[in-house]
């Protein structure tokens, strides 16, 4: 097969606590009218799964792709049902719900799915004194969660962290969580949709819940909650960049890794970029042109697209900022560059999981 960058199809979350952000600020079009709360620029979710909108592919399911050629679309000895990468796009206008995923042991043994939901957000815009809540404060047992939720008294257990643009925050699953408002949010996670949640309403549409499903929902959340997990915002590290492209990992895990790259107008190369798994690659700025093989692609304002591992490089030409996501090797793709751009170990272990 003759590969080459994949367009997807996007599925919109129209959520009560979503903005005109995207649209607006972002530069997305061919959105709906009333509040986009979420694109999902990769997905392969049961119900909302990714079709193939351009080239000889075109209409084929991401998931046909995935099972038919999981080594030239996902990457070698890659194999799974599903694509593992979930990425999106998310206006914090108004707060999300206090929530949580639950961690792959609990999505198999509670759930009946393959996986949880270990995600990271990379905070895209957000206004000076904004806070998010990752975790809950030392000291919080089970029993004071409980009280704490059906009380809805929710700062009386979490942590709040200050949220600064550029800052990303790797959340392991099992952490409670939630941020909002005015909070613009570049997201990347295991695929799953699975999540607990501790309000009184619907995030779908802000209607109320009865007192018997709440209480349940408040039970299956205390069951997959991680008490130890209280993640901090890390503002990337620095990564070797060839001529003069500036590159920053965001974080990284064993689930995915994220990096930043700025590319100035004044730069007379691009960033070529190899690789051997899938890439995800998200503009956060003014359109930019994706040279492959075979030929170009101009990749428009908040736009995606999913590179197959058979495409082995991509070249990025100035001006861009963009953002990509991958399968990361923690030892080649995180530790080694990081280690050569002069990080001490214990600052790359701080960017996630699995980097003691």
Not at 154 to 159: D, K, M, T
Not at 284 to 298: D, H, L, Q, R
Request: hydrophobic share 40%; glycine share 10%; with cysteine.
């Amino acid at each position: 097969m003759d590969w080459y960058p994949l367009r997807l199809t996007t599925p919109v979350k129209q959520h009560v606590f979503g903005g005109r952000a995207i649209p607006d600020q972002l530069g997305r079009g061919g959105l709906p009218e009333g509040p986009v709360a979420e694109t999902w620029e990769v997905s392969d979710v049961d119900g909302d799964g990714a079709r193939i909108g351009n080239g000889p592919l075109a209409g084929r399911p991401l998931r046909q792709l995935t099972l038919e050629h999981p080594e030239e679309l996902v990457g070698r000895g890659r194999h799974g049902t599903r694509f593992p990468l979930l990425t999106k796009f998310i206006d914090g206008h108004r707060p999300l719900p206090v929530h949580l995923h639950p961690d792959d042991t609990a999505a198999r043994e509670r759930e009946g799915e393959p996986n949880g939901k270990t995600e990271a957000w990379h905070i895209l815009d957000a206004p000076p004194g904004t806070v998010a809540y990752a975790g809950v404060l030392p000291g919080v047992d089970r029993a004071r969660l409980r009280q704490t939720l059906l009380d809805q008294d929710f700062e009386a257990v979490l942590r709040r962290l200050p949220v600064r643009p550029g800052d990303t925050l790797y959340v392991p699953a099992g952490t409670l969580h939630r941020f909002g408002p005015d909070t613009l949010v570049y997201e990347i996670e295991q695929t799953s949709d699975l999540q607990q949640h501790a309000m009184r309403h619907r995030m779908e549409d802000g209607s109320a819940l009865d007192e018997a499903e709440w209480r349940a929902n408040i039970e299956a959340l205390l069951a997959e909650w991680r008490p130890d997990a209280r993640p901090d915002f890390h503002p990337g590290l620095r990564l070797p960049s060839p001529d003069g492209a500036t590159g920053r990992m965001l974080c990284a895990g064993p689930y995915f890794a994220l990096e930043r790259w700025r590319v100035g107008a004044q730069t007379p190369a691009p960033l070529v970029r190899p690789f051997d798994t899938a890439l995800v690659l998200s503009n956060a700025g003014p359109a930019v042109t994706v040279a492959y093989g075979a030929g170009s692609e101009t990749l428009g304002r908040a736009e995606t697209l999913l590179l197959p591992a058979a495409l082995g490089r991509v070249e990025i030409h100035g001006p861009a900022d963009v953002l990509l996501g991958h399968l990361p090797d923690l030892d080649r793709d995180v530790r080694a560059p990081l280690l050569a751009a002069g990080h001490d170990p214990a600052a790359i272990a701080a960017l996630g999981e699995g980097l003691d």
